[in-house]
């Protein structure tokens, strides 16, 4: 279990806009493809990696550093996209050039029961109606807990293949939220938004050690819907109490 973080500069403005997810997820899927990877996806509509946000946000200015970071429980993929991005030191996101100041391969060892969010956690209600989970709108907790179980349940079990799995308990059992957002996407030339949340504290008070490696794969993989388009990252944090 793997992350890159990857350090960017430009000698030349690159506007906010530019630092999308549609960009980036993007970016990924060529360079998994170039790789000669696209066949551990293609029959399986989950994609077991996502990435954070923009680091710091707004327009990239010369002489200014920002950074994004990819994970996957998949470590083959994490030294593929390593190597394909160290081969020419440059990204295109979308038309803008930007030159790779620093590109690090890592891995995590912390125990893996309590995460501060990198990117806002997505959670539909009706994917028709484009309706999705909301603090704001008072939708219930209890929704989105059993939610987020349910969806990382399954795909933990497709990428393991440990038919068996089963977990019982509520997946996070203190939660301290930090704010709501709202997305702009793209698919297929048309634009849409998603609703997503932030939070400060996602802790599982008592893990089980037989519980590790799937929140493991929770920490790499990332929680909720469209984690491929860089939703529900989660970075380790200590909490102590």
Same mark, same amino acid.
């Given at each position: ?83 394909? /991005? @160290? =081969? &020419? $030191?440059?990204?295109? *996101?979308?038309? +803008? ?5 620093? %590109?690090?391969? #890592? ?15 997505? /959670? @539909? =209600? &009706? $994917?028709?109606?484009? *309706?999705?989970? +909301? ?5 219930? %907790?209890?929704? #989105? ?97």
């Amino acid at each position: 279990m793997s992350r890159i973080i990857i350090t960017l500069n430009s000698k030349t403005k690159i506007p906010a806009d530019e630092f999308n997810k549609y960009y980036m997820n993007s970016l990924i899927h060529n360079l998994l493809r170039d790789a000669g990877i696209d066949y551990l996806h293609a029959s399986n509509r989950f994609r077991y990696f996502t990435f954070s946000d923009f680091f710091p946000s707004g327009p990239l200015m010369p002489g200014d550093e920002k950074k994004i970071i990819i994970s996957s429980p998949d470590v083959d993929m994490i030294k593929m996209l390593f190597e394909a /991005i @160290s =081969k &020419d $030191n440059f990204i295109y *996101l979308g038309e +803008s050039r930007l030159d790779v100041a620093d %590109l690090k391969m #890592f891995n995590l060892n912390k125990r893996p029961n309590a995460f501060i969010t990198g990117s806002p956690i997505v /959670i @539909s =209600k &009706d $994917n028709r109606k484009n *309706l999705y989970f +909301s603090i704001r709108n008072d939708d219930s %907790l209890s929704f #989105f807990l059993t939610r987020l179980k349910q969806n990382a349940v399954k795909r933990y079990i497709q990428f393991t293949g440990k038919t068996g799995f089963t977990f019982e308990d509520v997946i996070f059992d203190k939660l301290l939220f930090n704010k709501e957002v709202s997305v702009r996407l793209r698919k297929m030339g048309r634009e849409f938004f998603v609703i997503g949340s932030t939070w400060r504290l996602l802790k599982k008070e008592r893990l089980s050690y037989r519980y590790i490696d799937f929140y493991r794969f929770l920490m790499d993989a990332g929680i909720g819907e469209k984690v491929s388009m860089g939703f529900g990252f989660l970075n380790p944090v200590n909490v102590h109490g």
